[in-house]
Structures are given as structure tokens and as C-alpha cells.
């Protein structure tokens, strides 16, 4: 089971983006590889640290991550961070060190050449609800820019292949340095040499691939989930730009969603509600039969427990509720028009609601409670 995020940083969850960036300054540099040279494990904490920082400090990944824990980004090979390399996560420090945090730790933070990365790719997946409900693989088409076969890259001649330029300003406060990002390479270290006639400035050409996406059960409408590499080649040596996956949710001809509840709306005649009947309906995993007890009424719900969408955190399936409708014939022949005037007054026919007959409104509190 992976470590919280907010236990990997040391803070609490309703820390704020400074109090987020504090802490993960603060075991960048306790576990910076430079720092412990030959350390498995520094390394892999140095690894988890920035994994948390980049779901926390992104408003949008933190408010899933807060909602669905792990699951809203691991389902299939999906990650927020876990399939960040050393050059995604040094990529992270200009934010964390202002860029100029060069020269300490053997020249590693920042002194290095930083490796560019391909820029994202989005797509929209539409799923139904007995798709969301068991988890499914999805192939989808996708066009990516890919570097073109012959083409040849040089080192940047602006940066040195650093992919940044460095600059020194004397001030009254002494010698600052900073760092910025290279005009000339934007950042890759490399600029094009040699490219064949069929590419791009950049060296690219488009290409279609397949891709298989593994999407995990409980995922709900609008959730975006990532496919790490999936995205646009960077020039270069850099690394691929990764592919977003948005979820759309299918509306369902009979069911309807609420959170992880089900919804279902059954009518009977009024001989099924007198005498008692049963019914066969389907849910997202497979047909059920249901009892409905002589003396039903209009407006009772019973409850299928497990029979809704399994929870994207693990935390088993919510319930079908099941909401019972009797069916007020609008024609009559003479024969049963007679029949009912007969039982007008009848004292069987007389509304007597006891304690289990709850109210509209206490329906209601039940099921959300």
C-alpha cells in the first residue's frame, strides 16, 4: 500500500501551497541523491517526495487526490507522479529553488542539463455505466508528434546543452545568481542539426498510435486520469509529454448515479401491490429478482446493498435503491369500475398508514443517510 502523500511530506492535510512547497524543499534537500551518494533508500524517499509534491501543489490533482486517495491517478498504469523519472523531477526545482539553486550538493540541483518534455495530449473516453461499474480496457487512437527517423540534434550552443542560461547580477545585497530557461533550445539542450524534408522545425512528424488504457472501476464524470509517455516526443533527448484522459459518463436508459448509489424506478399494477408479487430487473453487474410484499405502497424503497458502483478507494460498493411505483389504471372497464365503487367503502380500502408507511421527506433522509 503506497505511503499518504501528506505523512511523505510531513504536513497536515489542510496544509497550504506554502506551507506544501516548505516541506518539500525541505526533503528535497535531506534526501537529494548529491547529498547521499549511493543510498538506495534516500533515494527513494528523495523519489517520494517529489511524487507528493507534484499531486499537492497542483489545486486540481490535490482536490482528487483529497476525494479518492491513490486510485484517482494508479487505476491501470495511471499515475500522478509515479512515473516520474530523475529529469521530471529535477525539472521541478526551478519552482522549488527559484532556479538558482546551482553550485550546492556537487552542482546537482540545477547544475545539470535538464531534459526537456513533450507537451500533453488530451482525449475524452466515453464510458457506460456498466463499464464504469466492473472497470475496463480501452484501446484508443491516438495522433503523436514523434521525432522523425534521420533527424540529428546538436548541442546548444547558447546554454552548453544545459537547457538554462545563468546569469550573476551584483546587487547591495551581494552577487545573485538565477537561472532561466534557454530562448534558443527552449530548454531541450539541443537544437536541430539535420532533419529529413517531412518534418517539422522540431524534427517531428505525426504519427498514430494505438493506445491501451486500463480504466479502473468507480471512476466518476470528469475525472482525468494520466498515461505516462503517451504524449508528444520532446526534441532531442528529452522525454515524452504524457496523455490526459478525461472520463464521460454515459447516461443510462433506467439507472441513475448518485455518488456511488444507484437509482431505479419499478412500477407494478395495483394486483401486484395487493397480492404480492416478485420482479426480475437489471443492475450494473447482472440480472436480480426482487420480492415485493402484499400491501405494498407507492413510494417504498428497498434497498440492494452492494449492488451500486464499486468505490474508486476500495471501500467495497454502494447500495441499488430501488424505488416502488404502484400503477393507477386510467381506464377501467364496467365490470372493474364497479368492482372499485363497491370497495369505496370498504374498510381494507381505508388509508391506514402505520409507523413503517415513513413520510415523502423521511424517504428522503433515508437515503442519504
Known sequence: MKDDFYDILGIAKGASAAEIKKAYRKKAIEYHPDKNPGDAQAEERFKKAAEAYEILSDPDKKARYDQYGHQAFEGGGFGGGGGMNMDDIFSQFGDIFGGGFG???GGGFGGGQRRAKGSNLRIRVSLSLEEIAQGVEKKVKVKRKKQAQGTTYKTCGTCNGQ???TKIQNTILGRMQTAATCGSCRGAG???DQRPPNADADGMVTHEETVSIKIPAGVVDGMQLKVSGKGNDAPGNGVSGDLIVAIQEQDHPFLQREGDNLHFDLYVGISD????????IDTVSGKVRIKIEAGAQSGKILRLRNKGIPSINGYGSGDLLVHLNVWTPKTLSKE???FFEKMKDDAHFEPKPEKEDKSFFEKVKDMFS
Open 103 to 105: 553550485g550546492g550538493f
Open 163 to 165: 537547457g538554462q542560461v
Open 273 to 280: 401491490a395487493v397480492l404480492g408479487t416478485s420482479k426480475e
Open 190 to 192: 539541443q537544437t536541430i
Open 336 to 338: 372493474q369500475r364497479e
